[in-house]
């Protein structure tokens, strides 16, 4: 599944979502994690509101998103969009996370999680 990370370095997850310049997007599997893209955040209009929807919308094939900090109507706007915004609170390291989050994969990730894990696996078959 694809996951988006805010941060400034590639390797601590350190960015607000709505102040950051660029996501991380990473293929993360239950045995594999690859680094795909920087996908960089252009203007996107004047308010608040068009600029989270340009947001959302460059993660829209993204199942979840790792920020540090994340506000209300942001989180709104990922979920309605099926994205799961995941809030760390403090700096974390990137490739700590992504291996904590594959030690879930490999055992019984809960629900909302099996869920965003069949994201892609839906477009796919709407695809065929």
């Known amino acids: 599944m694809k996951i988006a990370f805010t941060t400034s370095t590639g390797e601590i997850i350190d960015q ?32 608040e509101e068009d600029r989270i929807s340009a947001r959302a919308q460059l993660l829209s094939d993204c199942s979840i998103v790792y920020t540090m900090q994340i506000g209300g109507p942001a989180a ?4 309605a969009q099926k994205i799961h915004p995941m809030k760390t609170n403090t700096e974390v390291g990137l490739k700590e996370t992504v291996e904590r989050f594959q030690e ?25």
């Open 16 to 47: 607000h979502f709505g102040q950051c310049q660029n996501f991380h997007i990473w293929e993360v599997g239950p045995d594999e994690a690859v680094f795909l893209e920087s996908v960089r955040v252009g203007e996107h209009g004047a308010d």
């Open 76 to 79: 709104a706007k990922l979920v």
């Open 104 to 128: 879930v994969l490999r055992g019984n990730p809960p629900p909302w999680l099996r869920k965003a894990m069949n994201k892609g696996q839906a477009a796919l078959f709407m695809e065929d």
